[in-house]
């Protein structure tokens, strides 16, 4: 809950669960294409506003039973690459939500999976709808199931299974990365969690927004930033596309160190803090890859993207929690990794200490943050003193928050906030990306 004198926060839009996937969206924000030659602009989607005009309603049950048995279906053939934690979920919630799908006039095949078997990529191709994560595990096992893993091949087939073909990539690897543009080129649609186009080279970047141009192909990304949570939506369709100017985006974009600052008390140790988040699986093998903050700037570079500014994620400042002389430590042969990293931090225990101390003095508490501020036109990522009466002092848990101050979001920001992170909410988040790519392809 938020401190009284916060006011009753007319602007704050709390999400726990997704809004994204509403069949009253207005204008789903999918594909959409930043300009470079303003810092706020009314951005260009690859979506029709005409094709998410919400159809009168039917003023009786019998209109609205005869509406329904008149809709045309539509034929969907999806891939799905990395079909581990997430990519998994996002199976098992298609699979049960079938009759879902087919009341919104969607004819779903799972035509194509690729995964790694004895360590190599395998993929399996099949038109017949008999691909489900129950059924998986017998075709990987079966030597003669399948062949040599090709995404080239994987979404060429996609295209002639339907004529809407959908490749999801629940990876986050750099190699499946490439095929984007590669997709993209064919008409077929791409939605991933992998932040690694949306922040990576703009060369890459910018042929993927070309060739969604040439094709009317859709890319789904709304999960690379919060998850769940309906960030991108909320910038692209009703900020910027309703003409609002966006003068800063301000929040904390990783649960692991939404975490670790919100159980971070004076009279603790940070680093049993850090061993705290491990035990409750929040944090990667090796906690540096969380402490650096370099997913947080993935994110907001992803975030900057869509507001004009076309930065390098390499050009993001960022106020790194690894010490310097642990940057490129390794730990002894034999030690686990995630433990003797922590067994090394409590040398440091003493300057957080100090830190945390300071900032309590003041009225102040500490928060892991990616910052765009339009108007300087400058990207970072740091940590961050914030009065006890700001909306990221009140975050619970593992919380995402992001804040967007514009021109009519003030004084008090527009809030997004819930759990960014999660299979079953980023799968969910994936899906609703689905939905909408779906209901927009003619």
Known sequence: SYP??????????????????????LAPSIGLRPRTDAVSPVTRSSLSAARTAIPARRSTL??????????????????VVGPGLVGGEL???MEATRPLLEKQGIDLTVASISELRNGKSWMICTDKKGLTMDTLPTYIADEGAGEPGDLDKMADFLKTVAPIAV???????ELVSDFYPK??????SVITPNKKVGSGPLPRYQECL???????????????????????????????NTGDTVESIEGIFSGTLSYIFNTYKPGMKFSDVIADAKGKGFTEPDPRDDLSGTDVARKV????????????????????????????????EGEVMADAFIKEMMAFDDDKAAQI???????????????????TKKVSVELREYPTTHPFAGTQYADNICAFNTVRYTPQPLVVQGPGAGAAVTAAGIYADFLKIVAASP
């Open 4 to 25: 009284p004198d916060f006011g009753m926060l007319r602007n704050v839009l709390l999400v726990s669960c997704l809004a994204g996937a509403s069949a009253f969206s």
């Open 62 to 79: 019998k209109g609205a039973s005869v509406s329904m048995m008149a809709k045309k279906m539509k034929k969907v053939a999806i891939g």
């Open 91 to 93: 199976l098992r919630q």
């Open 167 to 173: 490749m999801f990539d629940t990876t986050a690897s």
């Open 183 to 188: 997709w993209l080129g064919k008409g077929v």
């Open 210 to 240: 070309d060739n969604m141009d040439k094709t009317g192909a859709m890319w789904g990304d709304e999960t690379t930033v919060g998850a769940g949570l309906p960030i991108l939506n909320t910038l692209r369709t009703d900020l910027i």
């Open 301 to 332: 570079t992803i975030l900057a993207r869509q507001c004009g500014m076309m930065v390098e994620l390499g050009d993001v400042p960022v106020q790194s929690l690894v010490p310097d002389s642990l940057k490129d430590w390794k730990p002894k």
């Open 357 to 375: 101390k300071a900032a309590q003095d003041k009225g102040m508490c500490l928060r892991f943050v990616g910052v765009v501020n339009l108007k």
